[in-house]
């Protein structure tokens, strides 16, 4: 069963740093692209980034490009995002997730998602 | 960046009744359009890929339709677990975007 669990959620202040981690397991790690998306409390869905699985492409959205920097471990089945320069409308609920295997995913499972509340 | 757009944003309907939502595109996406579904406090969960293909495990209530710029999803008979809120996704460029969502409730 593929599982995954993310960590490293809480409260920071604006211009802060946290990071986050996912644990997969449940399927072979380094043969799927894997991305972050967030949610803000009541809103919708927001793609913040995308990595290949060497890590060798990275994408980002435009708002975190140059703050938050997307990485993988792939001995150790786990995904980050170091998150820096954090800003209050970075309060979200992030949530971790694998793309199928083939070209242009889509993200076929997730994790439970961590919350990451930025005050100011 | 391609901006997708959700209508309506909110559906009134019936256990039993037929729910078709749509998803349009900016631009052309071509098939690569994907559905999810989310519950409160829940993460979400793919329903359609490439636009008309199920995940595995959706039962065969819910299908996709379309291509290029506009798509729809449909519930043919709403279950009392299909209330929840539909966000539909483009996976063609960069950056990856969602629609605004659409909620689909008891009336």
């Known amino acids: 069963e593929v599982q995954l669990v993310e960590s490293g959620g809480g409260l920071v202040q604006v211009g802060g740093s946290l990071s986050l981690s996912c644990a997969a397991s449940?399927?072979?790690?380094?043969?799927?692209?894997m991305g972050w998306v967030r949610q803000a409390p009541g809103k919708g869905l927001e793609w913040v980034a995308n990595?290949?699985?060497?890590?060798?492409?990275?994408h980002y959205v435009d708002s975190v490009k140059g703050r938050f920097t997307i990485s993988r471990d792939n001995a150790k089945n786990s995904l980050f995002l170091q998150m820096n320069s954090l800003r209050a409308e970075d309060t979200a609920v992030y949530y971790c997730?694998?793309?199928?295997?083939?070209?242009?995913?889509?993200?076929?499972?997730w994790g439970q998602g961590t919350l990451v509340t930025v005050s100011s | 960046e391609i901006v997708l757009t959700q209508s309506p944003d909110t559906l009134s309907l019936s256990p039993g009744e037929r729910a078709t939502l749509s998803c349009r595109a900016s631009?052309?996406?071509?098939?690569?359009l994907a559905w999810f579904q989310q519950k409160p406090g829940q993460a979400p969960r793919l329903l359609i890929y490439?636009?008309?293909n199920r995940a595995t495990g959706i039962p065969a209530r819910f299908s996709g339709s379309g291509s290029g710029t506009d798509f729809a999803l449909t519930i043919s008979s709403l279950e009392p677990e299909d209330f929840a809120v539909y966000f539909c996704?483009?996976?063609?460029?960069?950056?990856?975007?969602f629609g605004g969502g659409t909620r689909v409730e008891v009336k």
């Open positions: 631009q052309s996406v071509s098939t690569s």
């Open positions: 449940g399927f072979t790690f380094s043969n799927n692209w």
């Open positions: 997730a694998r793309e199928m295997k083939r070209d242009y995913g889509p993200f076929d499972h």
């Open positions: 996704h483009q996976r063609w460029s960069w950056p990856l975007t």
């Open positions: 490439d636009a008309s």
């Open positions: 990595i290949q699985e060497y890590g060798s492409e990275i």
